[in-house]
Structure formats: structure tokens, C-alpha cells
């Protein structure tokens, strides 16, 4: 089973709503990803937790705060977003850190700022 | 720095025929891994094939092929006898170990691909 489930699938919030995103994997993977991709370019990674600890930060503002409470769960945090935050977020995991393995990404939560 | 070129940024084709998405790297590293990922418009990144930069061997799996090729740093994906589920985005993505601890992933900006029935 190489499934990444996500939720919710759609979310739209205003600028002053706090919200989170989930993200579950039941593989075992040791890592975890975050990214934004916005419409007609690729994934932009924003953060990677390895072994439950966040180990990446791409200089994502702090009105995105991610977390991971145990291995299988990685959540994001929204806050007091941007109308430009809106995008597709995507969770993915890899079974571990290295660059040898490949991610496997879960569907995404189209995500509308307003 | 690590970079990946999709040149391709859109491709139409009539179902059946055959169509290859180029790839383009640079690194400097000697150890890296190439990613072929496919996005249909549902959104979903779907993994397709790794292949280590040790690894020149070329890969078919039914009616996908994979070109390798270090010499001109290129990872070139083709899709035969073309359907219109293969319709959607190709991205081309390099891993490559970026210090302390840490692995980037590089995409290129992707090949949208319309297969036309």
C-alpha cells in the first residue's frame, strides 16, 4: 500500500481564520514532506520532517507552522494567510530521508485564501 | 547548483502514437537520483520510475520506457501507442545530497501532455 491520505480536500478560509491541514501515512516511511504548488509549476518544497523532527525549513513564513506527532501523522498549521497562499498543498513521504527514495505524494488540499 | 530542463512545456498527440518528454540535469555530484513523476489534473503527484546516476541501464515497463543517458545528462520518458489517460502533467525531478544531513529535490517545470482521442 503506497497511500498518503490527506484532508481536507478542499478548504477555503478567510485571511483571519486559523485551519489545518492533515496528512497520514501508514507505510512506515521515516520521512515526511510538505510543498505548495501553485497553477502550471511544479512542487515547491516548504518543509521535510525526518524521524519526527523537522530537519528542512525552506524559509516558509511562520503564518505556516507545521508539526508531526508521531510517524505517521504530519499536520500544517494555518494562520492569518495571504490571498497568495492559495494553492494545492501537497504531503509526501519517502521511507527515509536519502536521496535514494522516492516520495510518494498524497492528493492534496486545494487551498483558497479570501 | 542542481537544475532540471523539461524544454517541452506543452505536447498534443493523437492517441496511438508514440511521444517522448525530454529531461535535461546538471549537477556536480557524483551520486544523484532521477525521478520521473506524473500529475493527472486530479492533482496527485504519481511516482513512476528512480534511477540512480550509477544505473545507466534503460527500463521498459509496459508501454513506458525510460532513456538514460550521463553523457548528455539526460533522463528522456516514452510513453508508446499513447492513450488518453497518459494525459496529464510529466514532471522530471533530480535528487542529490545538499549537506548536513539534508536531500533536495529538484523538479523541472514540467511537460503538460493532451492526448487527443
Known amino acids: 500500500d503506497t497511500e498518503v491520505t490527506q484532508t481536507p480536500k478542499h478548504l477555503v478560509m478567510g485571511m483571519t481564520n486559523k485551519k489545518s491541514l492533515k496528512c497520514e501515512q501508514h507505510m512506515g516511511h521515516r520521512a515526511m514532506y510538505w510543498y505548495k504548488q501553485k497553477a502550471k509549476k511544479p512542487p515547491e518544497l516548504m518543509f521535510v520532517y525526518s524521524y519526527e523532527k523537522l530537519s528542512i525549513n525552506e524559509s516558509v513564513p511562520s503564518r505556516f507552522s507545521p508539526e508531526c506527532p508521531n510517524s505517521s501523522l504530519l499536520n500544517l498549521h494555518l494562520h492569518a494567510l495571504q490571498p497568495e497562499d492559495s494553492a494545492l498543498y501537497l504531503c509526501?513521504?519517502?521511507?527515509?530521508?536519502?536521496?535514494?527514495?522516492?516520495?510518494?505524494f498524497g492528493p492534496g488540499t486545494r487551498l483558497t485564501v479570501t | 547548483a542542481q537544475k532540471v530542463t523539461q524544454a517541452q512545456t506543452e505536447i498534443s498527440v493523437v492517441e496511438k502514437e508514440d511521444v517522448t518528454l525530454d529531461c535535461v540535469y546538471e549537477t556536480r555530484d557524483t551520486t544523484y537520483y532521477l525521478f520521473w513523476y506524473k500529475q493527472p489534473p486530479s492533482g496527485e503527484l504519481v511516482f513512476l520510475i528512480r534511477r540512480n546516476s550509477f544505473d545507466e541501464q534503460n527500463e521498459i515497463s509496459g508501454r513506458y520506457s525510460w532513456n538514460f543517458q550521463k553523457s548528455t545528462s539526460s533522463f528522456n520518458f516514452t510513453i508508446t501507442a499513447s492513450q488518453v489517460v497518459d494525459s496529464a502533467v510529466y514532471f522530471c525531478?533530480?535528487?542529490?545530497?545538499?549537506?548536513?544531513?539534508?536531500?533536495?529535490?529538484?523538479f523541472g517545470k514540467g511537460t503538460k501532455l493532451s492526448v487527443i482521442p
Open positions: 509526501a513521504s519517502s521511507q527515509g530521508p536519502s536521496e535514494g527514495y522516492e516520495q510518494y
Open positions: 525531478a533530480l535528487r542529490t545530497y545538499s549537506g548536513a544531513g539534508s536531500y533536495q529535490l529538484t
